[in-house]
């Protein structure tokens, strides 16, 4: 019995051993990056930053990959471990944790739909675009499967009934992708060729471009293959229907009809009764293709470091050369090899020396972004500020606060993300009259730096057998994931100790809010 129990147990090593030797290891992907970094910092005599200290790593890694700061339980829990592998492990933690997918849905939405930011009637297919990407990333769908869904979605043959595009608004809805376009073929091209392969061939739809490598004609064989899709009826909630035998459409000018024709100049491989959009999907995310694999890893670059090696991220271009190529080809081979897994990707790249480098200045060498000799500070999306400073306050959306369709333009939420939209690059953020306003005496941040109504302040100012030190550190802890430094701590002692002891909670509220309107705060670092 011992004998067989023994044998089942090796047989399991051994199965789980085999899988893990099969899958690709981020560490190899990760020494390949700091080489071709190093390589550069010796021609250009760069001295890189050091190491960031852990309270640093740890918030950072929690706003790239989870989207909000770390809980203070996080905080003290990786703090306190001394094993040397706990960066490897918390990655992997945060990118198998449900925060992932959610954090992540809201990176792609925001680039494939940036129409809801805009339109009233285009956010109301937000939640549903989003529960479909966080089904695909729970899921652990590959890139190019993901890719070749939202392009090939059924849509109706213009001999059935037209496809609903809005259906249970809560219901994973790619066909939004479609609608905020309204339908468009030159409005799907441009995004499917500047989000999927890099390039911004919209340039080229009015007019050939002198110093362009595109022609306009070849802005218009793109479309084509969207010619078929057409809108039954007005505005965004209008059904959709399709014509697979489409193959060409009439451009703007309407001179003469321009094929459906690859951006290598092949013709497609048509497949019967197949959407012509299938033929490009096959193409798009082909291994083979020299964009895809390129295009998607300078994206996640851009995401973690805040400038792409290739920047704008989807701008590639002969004018707009790349920072390090032989290290975009890497990122790109190894994407290829993983069979386009996004999570091997960032897996390399958090766990390279240059993402655990600190964001502190330490040498001028370091001031050009594009060297990345020290992590560059990043401005905070809505979505990652938001959450943030809900985790921080303790707030907590009520169910009842959302509204028709999920959506309710009068929640905390709602209101923040309209006022705190991207303003600038990520690398250079801009702050408005209006955000800072927000933060400094808006209703949300002046109700939870309120002793009476903030349950984070109320538990730091009430629970009994902690010190003014005791209390200080963990309001540093909430917002900031860091304890404080000796001198920040003995000035904020000397602030809050001037007071009568009933003053020591409106005190403590007065650093509650300082540290939620500080840069360190605002800022990922």
Known sequence: MRTVHLLSVLV?????????????????????????????????????????????????????????????????EFLADSSPDKRRRLIDELLDSPRYATHFADVWRTQLIPEVLASAEARYFQPGFEAWLRQ????????DAMVRELL?????????????????????????????????????????????????????????????????????????????????????????????ERHDLMPTDGKKKVRALLLDGKEPAWKPKASPRAALADWVTSPENPYFARATVNRLW??????????????????????????????????????????????GITLSKA?????????????????????????LTGEQFFDSLALA?????????????????????????????????????????????TMMNGPFVTAATNVEKS????????LPGLTLNERLEALYVIALGRKPSDSELKKLEDYVARSESAEEPRRLSDVFWMLLNSAEFRLNH
């Open 12 to 76: 399991l090593i051994a199965a789980v051993g085999s899988a893990t030797a099969g899958s690709p290891d981020p560490q190899i992907l990760a020494d390949r990056i700091d080489q071709h970094l190093s390589a550069r910092f010796k021609e250009e005599k760069a001295e890189p930053s050091g190491k960031a200290d852990d309270a640093e790593f740890l918030r950072r890694a929690f706003l790239d990959i989870a989207g909000r700061i770390p809980a203070p339980c996080d905080v003290h």
């Open 136 to 143: 695909r990333l729970r899921a652990g769908v590959a890139y």
């Open 455 to 462: 349950s984070t302040l109320k538990v730091v100012c009430e």
């Open 302 to 347: 851009g995401n973690f470091f805040g400038i792409g090696i290739v920047e704008p991220v989807d701008d590639f271009n002969d004018e707009n050369p790349p920072s390090h190529p032989e290290l975009l080809d890497d990122l790109a081979k190894a994407f290829v090899e993983s069979k386009f897994d996004v999570r091997h990707v960032i897996r």
């Open 152 to 244: 090939t979605i059924p849509i109706a043959g213009v001999r059935q009934s037209p496809e609903s595009v809005f259906r249970d608004p809560e219901r994973p809805n790619p066909l939004a992708f479609f609608a905020v376009k309204d339908a468009r073929p030159e409005n799907l091209a441009s995004t499917t060729t500047r989000m999927f392969l890099g390039i911004q061939i919209e340039c080229a739809q009015c007019h050939n471009h002198p110093f362009a490598r595109w022609s306009r004609e070849q802005f218009w064989n793109q479309a084509a293959f969207f010619a078929g899709i057409e809108r039954e009826g007005d505005g965004l909630f209008a059904p959709l229907s399709e014509d697979t």
């Open 393 to 437: 306050t303790g707030y907590r959306d009520r169910v009842a606060d959302r509204g028709a369709f999920g959506r309710n333009a009068g929640t905390p939420r709602e209101r923040f993300l309209r006022e705190f939209a991207p303003q600038g690059k990520p690398s250079a953020p801009e702050t408005s009259i209006l955000q800072a306003l």
């Open 355 to 379: 993402y655990n480098r600190t964001s502190a200045r330490t040498h001028p060498s370091q001031d050009d972004p594009r060297l990345f000799a020290r992590m560059g500070l990043k401005g």
